[in-house]
């Protein structure tokens, strides 16, 4: 691993973002970034979270159109209430803040452990669980489905309505909306090593894959010999419309869990856009990349979600961040 020592990995992440993006402002010590012009007069400011090892989420989505701030935690580690009270205080401009939290049992203790500790300080707080995954109902991290792309979908879209200056409630109401119009499906072809550990966190024999893996490693569905990625497609794609059923347009996202290379991730999305295109469902914008990893996990998920005219207004609103950015 390209690493000093398992310890340190965090830190030293957080160091080099500060680095590399001065219009960010990063505490090393206390684990949060935040956009440098915060807080913004006015607006309601969108806090996130989680565990670390899965770059871009969420420290990348920190900037002008998406998070006011982010808290990062140890290695698929929940980040602690006090640094999602010192995240919400920078940034909170008397308009509110919104925290977007994925539904992982520490996620949603810490984060409405943080929201209380933030309301005795007079932040007003409203908070939104994604909840997307199709794959299992509760897994190894959750009670209830897991939070995985769609996180992606209810910062932008939701951060859009935030930087035009809408009040939390609407704010919230629209991250909520953008949550229950989601879908997401996730395949592994391998495992996934975390630093502490040094090697697989779960055994994925060669040429097997797991069909509804989560963002941990968590098992999914079930596992069979590799397949085609017409074959993946085919299975994911319907496995999300089958609990979705859209009946509008969709915006799509094909995530690389963060060994998968962008040659691959296209030629899948090819094959996704197929089954789309047979299943008739129309898609009004898609996003391919590696936004939502897991470490070195070779593999990759589908993400739909249901749009109407603003909400795909809002998704093309500009947006600024390291790891998104476009109209600006």
Not at 22 to 34: A, K
Not at 144 to 163: D, H, P, Q
Not at 281 to 302: E, F, I, K, P, Q
Request: one cysteine or more; aromatic letters at 4%; charged letters at 20%.
């Amino acid at each position: 691993m390209l690493i000093n020592v398992p310890e340190t990995v965090v830190a030293d992440a957080l160091r080099g973002m500060a680095a590399a993006h001065p219009e960010l402002t990063v505490d090393v010590e206390n684990r949060v970034v935040v956009r440098r012009d915060a807080p913004v007069a006015g607006k309601a400011a969108l806090v996130s979270g989680g565990g670390s090892g899965h770059e871009p989420l969420h420290a990348g989505f920190v900037g002008p159109g998406m998070l006011s701030a982010a808290c990062a935690g140890e290695v698929f580690t929940s980040p602690v209430p006090d640094q999602m009270v010192r995240a919400a205080a920078v940034v909170d401009s008397g308009a509110g803040v919104l925290f977007v939290v994925k539904n992982y049992t520490g996620d949603v203790l810490n984060f409405e452990m943080a929201a209380e500790l933030a309301e005795e300080e007079g932040i007003r707080v409203a908070q939104v669980l994604v909840n997307d995954d199709v794959a299992v109902t509760d897994s190894l991290f959750t009670a209830g489905r897991r939070g995985t792309g769609a996180t992606l979908f209810v910062e932008k879209i939701a951060g859009a309505a935030a930087e035009e200056g809408a009040p939390l409630d609407r704010v919230a109401a629209i991250a909520r909306q953008v949550n229950e119009s989601s879908r997401s499906f996730g395949v592994a072809l391998t495992s996934v090593t975390t630093p502490a550990k040094g090697s697989p966190t779960f055994d994925l024999p060669a040429g097997e894959l797991e069909l509804g893996v989560g963002i941990h490693g968590e098992p999914g569905r079930e596992r069979r010999p590799m397949m085609t990625s017409r074959e993946i497609a085919d299975f994911a794609v319907d496995a999300v419309l089958e609990d979705l059923r859209p009946h509008g347009p969709v915006i799509a996202l094909v995530n690389g869990m963060g060994a998968t290379p962008l040659l691959e991730l296209y030629g899948f999305n090819a094959e996704v856009q197929r089954v789309l295109s047979e299943r008739g469902v129309a898609v009004a914008r898609t996003l391919v990349g590696n936004y939502v990893t897991s470490l070195d996990m070779a593999g990759c998920s589908v993400t739909l979600c249901q749009v109407d005219e603003e909400l795909v207004r809002l998704w093309d609103a500009p947006v600024e961040t390291p790891a998104l950015r476009w109209g600006r």
